[in-house]
Each structure stands twice: as structure tokens, then as C-alpha cells.
């Protein structure tokens, strides 16, 4: 006989996907717990929420002061953010963890987070004790095995919830963020363990140490242009038909000088701080990289340009893509960092390589600057990003470049119109009218590694061609290979082996490709709703210019936007295709581009479902952009709660726009407007009853002394409706809760006076009151702590973590540079630090200097306003 086996009841998706969350914040919490006792230093700022790094404290995690970590439950963040505030020793909470990470602002600590032992702490200079060395060198090893741990545990736990669901499912909505937190975490601990070795015999090694840890897989495991040695030195254009890279050598500014440098990008690679004042190092990084043979032989690779999907030829000189590829970037080399992470480092403004399309491949001290500055910050924002290393200038290095001559409203040309239509004028954009003589620069910017979907874009084409050899069918698949092994081992398991040694049939290569497309889409959607949620526009998001490894490159047209405009977009040349709203429909574009250049290993069916998977990836994960900076929870999975954010959200862009509310101070201000606590409606608790009171009071003597005719078109003025047949009794009952709930949208709206750009007239500020108690309304309502003020408090504590005080705005990049070009490098050292704490209020000289919308200047002067 048969049997019957007990029905199993179906669990339920949101709760699968809350355990999930919770397992997740919670491996994280445990995994700082297990190193808490080994981080020192006194955690920074105390009396700013505890930040140090992240301006969050309470719940978010932080605890500053005495360096513990404070739990960060999934119920009161999302599951990204629970994780990472949790992960936090005295100070550099929220979503980057600050630069400082658990030493936290000048205290510093043996090491902690993404800060270093050489972060101005404990654990710094030459004077530093074998014992403090050997303190952070136990610190990196626990932070490493810890966190390495609790990644394993995340990537089961998703894994969980992938075979329970459909990944297009709700529990979508987090995943992506899940493994950004992941990966963010193992880069701490990385970063952690080359700090403790950094503290090593006064902070760090010598280039010659680095040396013996360069590993160049690029070279090894890829092909070369088989007419490289007959083109050398390589350094003129010509086309290239075969090969994954170019050797070729930068070439050498004079006499050049040191700008800046990241220490904790230093201290990740086992740099010394002595090392990188030193002449040699200087040297090598402006281009001088025979003196050190032993760092590897310097190369530059070719790649196609596709624009929102379509296959581009035009911008080859050739016509036909075999000339385009890095103009001016050359990669040095690629070392194992006193972290064990790999890493690759690219000069830029190197000089000229064979994919120049006949341009000078020199970058100069201007851009550099901006670039060294904002990736730094992206950095910190906790936005995937390539990092910043140093910055060398040439003391007689120039070239010619066109830029933008003063144009002001006084300027003669546009005396014939109206004031009105010269500021019109002025802001709109144009391209450069003059040419200025700029020093050269050379930035190292690093990352894993620097393969583009523009690579894959290239030899896709040249294996697709119907006389396509073997060979170049051959080094398509390669280079799948090589691009998992290099940026995807935390989602690929296991590694496939190297493409010279293994062994890959057609089954084979054709699931490593869909695992690729997944894990890179899952990449490329964390990276966008990072640029969405901080109001940044990378200007020029070519396939080209888009790393498979899900992180931002490429800072050249790119800005943050001031006053909130969905068309944003600095680049003169971005068009609407790129600009600030229509980002998440470009990177769809790039995932395109990059499913068709695998499709020969892939079934169209696949490609489908994995364009399909991605596109509601980017839908949820861009509507949890909104969510999140609006504070409500992204942990809760409710119907209701996505409709009600998504609602306010709908309703506040057209206000934000017309209004010309500054983005970044308007989502910041709106913690206090959450926070504050003199409304009648807002539960805020500490309101001051006899003040209330006497207001009332004062508001109702004024209506009893109003005809009933004007309290009816005063009604009428509210749009309150069915007035004819209601008694003065009623009339003034009405009256004064209206008047009641003017008073309080008016106390609300007060916590914005810095934020717009224009004052608001009428109209727009009782739509912005009344978007204000409708929105504080539903932070109550979907709340789902036990009383009005802690929902409000945890609604504030989760918005600190996501909403920074500041980013690079262009008018503080162009003071920086300007100074810079004169020798004066306080502003833009001043600027960096600013940026390694972007959470954090920092002090009342910042927060007046630099916590403030944009000068009305900046908003219509060429090279501010807009660039080409």
C-alpha cells in the first residue's frame, strides 16, 4: 500500500525573504563581535551620533566613543545597510563605513574597517612598537577570517533563497544589495590586513617589497598582439586585428612632483607612507617604470564602443573598431596586496599607445584632480567604484586644451536682451570658445581589474566575423575565463581554471557564460542605484566605459547634481540618453550589449530570461533608491508600503523640480523635518504642551472674530468642500484644525528654508506642507515599532545612513584645481578628507563651508555648469 505524506505547508515568500535578512545582518553583527576586542582607538566624533564615519549611531550601529558595535537588527534597516552598520568598531557606520572605518576620525585605531593603522592613529609612523604591529596584524588576520566567514554564510543564505523562489521574485529586492554588502565586507577585511601590515616597520613596505608581489594574470593568462614587437615602442595609432593587449611603456613626465594620495589605498597595497614621498616612487608613477623592472611590464588593451546597444565604428579612425581601445590609460601592473586581494594599477595621462586615435594621451592636472577626488568620495559613499592611488604633476610638462573663456551677464554680446533671457542664455550648454595652456598630470586609479564590457564588445565582433579564425574564437573564450577568475570568484564556485591550462567544452563555457551575465548583472544594477541614491551622473556610460565588475570608471564628463532635475547631466554631449534619470535605461543598454557579445555560448532563451531578470532587478532596486532615502524599511516586504513610497515619490519629483530643491541638502534636511517633534501631528514626543496650547488658543480667538463669510472662503481658499449648509459652529471647528494643520506643514516646511534655489511662491509651499504631513503620516503608519517616536527615530536613523551631508560638487572641484595649479594645495587636501567622512557633519567650519547649495554662478558658467 501506498503511503500518504502529510501535506508540508508552503512558506511564505516575505517570510523566507525577512529570514534571510536576518540571517544575513545577523552573521554580520557576530562577525564584528568576534573582532571588537582586537580594534582600539576612541572611535571619533562622540558627540555626533556616535559616527566617526557614518553619522548614524543609535541603531544604525557606530556606538563612537569607546569603539563597541552596536547591533543593527533587519527590522530597523535594510538588509545592505543592517549588515554594514553593524560592522562597526567605534565610529564609520552607515552605508560606507566611513574612510575611517573602526578607528574613526583622527583617534584612529590599530585598524578597523575600510580605515588604516596609518589613518593619523595609533598603529602610524616610524615610531610605531613591534607590539602595536603585531596587535593590528591580528586585528587584519580575525577581520579577514571573520568577515570571510560571514560572506560564505550570506552567499548560502541567498543561495537559500534562490532555490526557494524564483529570483525574479520579491526576495530580488535585496539580494543584489545582500551580495554588494557581501563583497563590501570582504574588501574591509582586506583593506584591514593591509593596514596591520602596513603597521610593519613604521607603516608599510617599499615599492622593492611590492615588487615581490606582483602577479601580472593579464599577461600570463591572455594573448598579445602578435604584431606588438614589430610596432614598438607602440606608441602611435594603427589598428590591431588579434590579442587581448600591447605592451607598452608610459612615457615619463618631467620633473614631476607629488599632488596627493590615498593612504588607505596605500596602506591596501603595503605602501609606506615614507615610500610614496620618496623621489622613485614619484617617479614611477609618472611614468618612469624601467628604473623598477621588477614591477612587470606595463601593457594597454583595444576594445569597441557600443552607445546604448548599437555597435559603433565612427569613433575608430579606421572605421572599422581594430583602432580604438585605451588612448591614454596604461596598466602598470597587478599585485597581490598585503591583503591577499589583487589588484590593478592604471595610469592615466600616460602617454600615447597604439589605440590613441592620434591624440597626445596626456591628461592634465584639471581633470585628474576631479577624477583622484570623486572616486575617492564614491569610495566613501559606499558606491562600487574604482579607487585612487596618487596624483603627479609636472613642474614643465603642458598641453593645449579647449576650455571655457568668463562669460558673464555684463558681457557685451548679450546686452540686447533682458536679464531674464541672459541668465537663459547663460545656462545653456555649449562647448568650449578658447584654448588654455594646462599642466600635465598622471592619476593611478585601481581596481581588481579593468576589464570593460567594450572588451567583450571587441572580440564578440572579431569571433562573429563568417572568416573568424580559431584563434580569435578562442580568445573570446579566454577572456570569459580570465574575467571570473579575476572579478567574480564570490559569486562563481568553483573558479574555472585558467584559460591557458584548463580544459573547457561547450557545456562548460556556456554555463560559466550564463553565471558571468547573472553575477554581472546583479554588479552592474548595485553600482547604478548607488549613483541614483547620491545624486551622481556619470555623463558617458558607453559599453566602454563600464566594468564588468560592477564598479564606476571613467570619471571624466561625469557630475553630482545640485538642484534636483531628472535631465541632469554635466557633459554637454550626454543628450537625454544619459542623463540623471534615464541611467538605470543606459546600463540596461550596456547589459545588452554585454548578453550579446556571449550569445554564441548561450541559447536565446537564456539570453532572454537573464535580460528579463536583470530589468526587474533595476526596477526594484531603483525603487528602493527612493524608499530608502525616504526612510521607510526595504527589509518589509508589503504591497502597500512599496505603493505608498512609490506614491510620495511620484509626488515630490515635480515639486523637487519645480521648486529647484538642491537633491543632496534636500534629502538631508529631511531627517530633521522626520525628526522634528513641534508638530501637533508628528508623535515626535518632547513637544512643549503649554506652547501648543497657547497657540491654539491664539488661533481660535482670531476665528471667533472672523463673519461666517470669511470663514467659508477661508475654507474655500483650503479646499474644503460642502460649506453652504454648515453652521458657525462647525465652520469654526473646521477653521482651526485646518489653521492647526497650516501651523504645523509651516513648522515642517521651515526645516527646508536652505534648500531651494528660488523662493517658493504660494502655490508650491502648500504643496510642499502638504506632501510634508502626508509623508510624516505614512512613516507612521507603516512604522512598526511600538510608538510614533520610535518609528520616527528608526525611520531618521536609517535615512542618516543613506543621505550623506556631502559629495563633490563641481564648484568645490574647481576651487580645489584652480588652487592647485598655483601650488596652493589646501582646499584640495581639505576636500579629501571632507570626502573620506561624506555621513558625517564633521564640524561647524564644514558644515558652514560646505554643507550649502551651490552658488547661482555655478549653475550657468561653463566649466561648472556644464563641461565638454
Not at 376 to 400: F, K, Q
Not at 443 to 470: N, Q
Not at 750 to 755: A, F, K, M, N
Request: with cysteine.
Amino acid at each position: 500500500r501506498t503511503a500518504t505524506a502529510p501535506a508540508v505547508e508552503k512558506e511564505d515568500e516575505a517570510d523566507v525573504a525577512t529570514r534571510a535578512a536576518d540571517t544575513i545582518s545577523s552573521t554580520f553583527f557576530k562577525a564584528a563581535t568576534a573582532v571588537k576586542g582586537f580594534v582600539s582607538g576612541d572611535g571619533g566624533d562622540d558627540t555626533d551620533n556616535g559616527s566617526g564615519g557614518g553619522d548614524d549611531g543609535g541603531d544604525g550601529g557606530g556606538g563612537g566613543g569607546d569603539g563597541t558595535a552596536t547591533a543593527a537588527p533587519a527590522s530597523a534597516l535594510p538588509a545592505t545597510e543592517a549588515a554594514e552598520s553593524s560592522v562597526v568598531g567605534g565610529g564609520g557606520a552607515g552605508i560606507s563605513g566611513g574612510s575611517d572605518g573602526g578607528g574613526g576620525g583622527d583617534g584612529g585605531g590599530a585598524a578597523g574597517g575600510e580605515g588604516s593603522a596609518a589613518d593619523d592613529g595609533a598603529g602610524a609612523g616610524s615610531d610605531v612598537a613591534a607590539t602595536a604591529a603585531a596587535a593590528a596584524a591580528k586585528t587584519g588576520e580575525v577581520l579577514t577570517t571573520t568577515f570571510s566567514k560571514a560572506s560564505t554564510t550570506t552567499k548560502t543564505t541567498l543561495t537559500d533563497v534562490d532555490n526557494k523562489f524564483d529570483i525574479s521574485g520579491k526576495t530580488n529586492k535585496f539580494r543584489a544589495g545582500a551580495w554588494s554588502a557581501a563583497g563590501a565586507f570582504r574588501m574591509k577585511a582586506a583593506a584591514a590586513a593591509a593596514a596591520a601590515a602596513a603597521a610593519v616597520a613604521g607603516g608599510g613596505g617599499s615599492l622593492d617589497e611590492v615588487a615581490q608581489r606582483v602577479d601580472q594574470s593579464f599577461l600570463r593568462e591572455l594573448k598579445e598582439d602578435p604584431m606588438a614587437a614589430k610596432h614598438a615602442p607602440n606608441r602611435t595609432s594603427r589598428q590591431g586585428h588579434q590579442g587581448h593587449y600591447v605592451r607598452v611603456r608610459p612615457l615619463p613626465l618631467r620633473q614631476a612632483r607629488l599632488v596627493m594620495y590615498s593612504r588607505s589605498m596605500a596602506a591596501a597595497l603595503g605602501v609606506s607612507d615614507s615610500e610614496v614621498q620618496s623621489q622613485r616612487f614619484i617617479d614611477y608613477f609618472a611614468g618612469d617604470t624601467e628604473q623598477l623592472p621588477a614591477m612587470g611590464e606595463p601593457w594597454a588593451t583595444p576594445y569597441a564602443l557600443s552607445i546604448m546597444g548599437e555597435r559603433l565604428y565612427h569613433n575608430c579612425p579606421f572605421g572599422n573598431g581594430n583602432g580604438y581601445g585605451d588612448g591614454r590609460a596604461i596598466s602598470l601592473t597587478e599585485v597581490i596586496g598585503a591583503d591577499k586581494q589583487r589588484w590593478e594599477l592604471q595610469a592615466k595621462g600616460a602617454g600615447p599607445t597604439p589605440f590613441c586615435r592620434g591624440a597626445d594621451g596626456r591628461a592634465v592636472l584639471r581633470s585628474s584632480i576631479r577624477e583622484f577626488l570623486a572616486s575617492e568620495a564614491m569610495h566613501a559613499l559606499g558606491v562600487p567604484t574604482t579607487r585612487a592611488l596618487v596624483l603627479v604633476v609636472s613642474g614643465v610638462d603642458t598641453v593645449r586644451r579647449p576650455w571655457y573663456s568668463h562669460i558673464g551677464e555684463d558681457d557685451p554680446r548679450l546686452q540686447r536682451f533682458s536679464r531674464q533671457e541672459r541668465q537663459r542664455l547663460l545656462q545653456q550648454k555649449r562647448d568650449p570658445d578658447t584654448m588654455i595652456d594646462e599642466k600635465c598630470a598622471i592619476s593611478t586609479r585601481v581596481a581588481p581589474s579593468f576589464i570593460r564590457v567594450g572588451h567583450f564588445d571587441l572580440f564578440a565582433r572579431r569571433a562573429e566575423k563568417p572568416d573568424a579564425s580559431d584563434e580569435q574564437k578562442q580568445q573570446l573564450r579566454d577572456l570569459l575565463v580570465h574575467a571570473i577568475r579575476r572579478d567574480f570568484a564570490t559569486e562563481i564556485s568553483p573558479l574555472p581554471e585558467a584559460p591557458n591550462t584548463g580544459n573547457f567544452n561547450d557545456a562548460s563555457i556556456s554555463t560559466l557564460a550564463t553565471k558571468l551575465l547573472d553575477a554581472f548583472g546583479d554588479r552592474l544594477v548595485a553600482m547604478v542605484a548607488g549613483w541614483m541614491r547620491v545624486g551622481f551622473c556619470q555623463g558617458n556610460f558607453n559599453a566602454d566605459n563600464c566594468l564588468v565588475s560592477g564598479k564606476t570608471m571613467d570619471y571624466g564628463p561625469f557630475g553630482f547634481m545640485d538642484n534636483f532635475d531628472p535631465l541632469f547631466a554635466k557633459w554637454v554631449g550626454s543628450g537625454e540618453h544619459f542623463a540623471f534619470m534615464n541611467q538605470p535605461a543606459a546600463a540596461l543598454a550596456n547589459f545588452h550589449t554585454m548578453a550579446t557579445s556571449l550569445s554564441s555560448f548561450l541559447d536565446a532563451a537564456a539570453v532572454t530570461t537573464s535580460k528579463q531578470k536583470v530589468q526587474q532587478s533595476m526596477f526594484d532596486a531603483i525603487h528602493n533608491v527612493w524608499k530608502a532615502k525616504l526612510g521607510f524599511d526595504v527589509t518589509i516586504t508589503s504591497d502597500e508600503i512599496d505603493s505608498s513610497s512609490s506614491s510620495l515619490w511620484r509626488r515630490l519629483q515635480p515639486l523637487l523640480k519645480t521648486a529647484k530643491a538642491d537633491f543632496t541638502i534636500f534629502f538631508r534636511q529631511l531627517i530633521a523635518v522626520v525628526e522634528d517633534n513641534s508638530g501637533s501631528g508628528g508623535g515626535g514626543g518632547g513637544s512643549d504642551t503649554t506652547t501648543t496650547t497657547s497657540t491654539d488658543s491664539t488661533i481660535a480667538d482670531k476665528i471667533d472674530t472672523m463673519s461666517v463669510k470669511e470663514m467659508k472662503a477661508a475654507l474655500k481658499a483650503a479646499d474644503v468642500p460642502h460649506l453652504h449648509c454648515v453652521e458657525k459652529q462647525e465652520l469654526v471647528k473646521l477653521l482651526i484644525e485646518v489653521k492647526l494643520k497650516q501651523r504645523e506643514g509651516d513648522l515642517l516646511l521651515s526645516q527646508l528654508e536652505d534648500v531651494f534655489y528660488e523662493p517658493l511662491d504660494g502655490d508650491a509651499a502648500a504643496e510642499f506642507r502638504a506632501w510634508l504631513q502626508d509623508y510624516r503620516a505614512a512613516l507612521l503608519h507603516h512604522g512598526k515599532e511600538e510608538s510614533d517616536a520610535a518609528r520616527l527615530a528608526a525611520a531618521a536613523a536609517r535615512m542618516k545612513t543613506v543621505n550623506p551631508y556631502y559629495i563633490p560638487r563641481e564648484w568645490m572641484l574647481v576651487k580645489a584645481y584652480d588652487d592647485a595649479k598655483r601650488g596652493d594645495y589646501k582646499v584640495l587636501l581639505e576636500l579629501q578628507k571632507l570626502f573620506e567622512n561624506p555621513y558625517c557633519s564633521q564640524s561647524p567650519l564644514m558644515l558652514e563651508k560646505y554643507y550649502r547649495r551651490a552658488p547661482d554662478d555655478a549653475l550657468r558658467t561653463g566649466g561648472v555648469a556644464f563641461m565638454s
